[in-house]
């Protein structure tokens, strides 16, 4: 079974902090999509990652691509509250061509 | 900007009642999704369909689910006879290429809340 891990699952912080969220797996991604899923709502899409090592600014946000498609992360920079939300990494497995969801990160940023 | 539509937003069906979860995907997509999340839990792949048929199931879609076409516009997903697990958020998702293009991602509505009494 293809999982995609994320890590932390749950994390509560302070307006202005910085973090970061890991994705990880053991199979390899032939691309990687994260997503912001609010509650009642579907996962909106905030950037894809093709290419090993490739890196993507969305504001605060920066993506990175593990250098073997395994695993991603997402490091916010100075969080707002409006950064609050649940995190999710996807991807498609490039043996199965499954699209596969992550567990999720759940983010509360303080005010 | 163009989005997926999905209705109703919520639906509350006994239990061994027949339900259909409609969608309206972007009008110029041609791939379609349907993926189901239990509360709590995390977004499950359903079931793919492209060129009015089924291209990719995942063992959840089993032979009580059937996804339609019906016309040009709507996407539908049947559940024959509903039981209590099938309660979740039900989502839809369309692109314009098949998924593992990475350049063609998918867009999701907003879902359908089913609970099953």
């Known amino acids: 079974t293809q999982l995609l891990e994320q890590s932390p699952q749950f994390l509560s912080i302070q307006e202005g902090e910085n973090l970061t969220v890991y994705c990880n797996s053991s199979?390899?991604?032939?691309?990687l999509q994260w997503y912001r899923q609010e509650p009642g709502e579907g996962p909106v899409l905030l950037v894809t990652?093709?290419?090993?090592?490739e890196v993507k600014k969305l504001k605060r946000l920066t993506f990175q691509f593990g250098d073997a498609r395994k695993d991603s992360s997402l490091h916010i920079t100075a969080a707002q509250t409006g950064d609050t939300g649940l995190y999710l990494c996807?991807?498609?497995?490039?043996?199965?061509?499954?699209?596969?969801f992550g567990t999720g990160t759940r983010l509360k940023v303080l005010a | 900007e163009p989005e997926v539509t999905q209705t109703p937003s919520h639906q509350v069906t006994q239990m061994g009642q027949e339900v259909i979860l409609r969608c309206v995907p972007i009008?110029?997509?041609?791939?379609f999704y349907w993926y189901r999340q239990i509360l709590g839990q995390k977004v499950e792949f359903l079931v793919s369909?492209?060129?009015?048929?089924?291209?990719?199931k995942s063992e959840i879609f089993d032979d009580q689910f059937s996804v339609e076409r019906p016309d040009g516009s709507n996407f539908t997903l049947k559940i024959r006879s509903t039981k209590l697990e099938d309660s979740a958020m039900y989502f839809c998702?369309?692109?314009?290429?098949?998924?593992?293009?990475?350049?063609?991602?998918?867009?999701f509505g907003d879902g359908t809340r089913l609970s099953i009494l």
């Open positions: 998702a369309s692109s314009s290429g098949p998924k593992h293009y990475s350049n063609q991602p998918q867009h």
């Open positions: 199979s390899v991604f032939s691309s």
């Open positions: 990652v093709v290419t090993g090592g």
């Open positions: 996807a991807g498609t497995d490039s043996g199965t061509y499954k699209y596969i």
């Open positions: 009008s110029n997509h041609l791939y």
């Open positions: 369909f492209y060129n009015n048929e089924i291209s990719e």
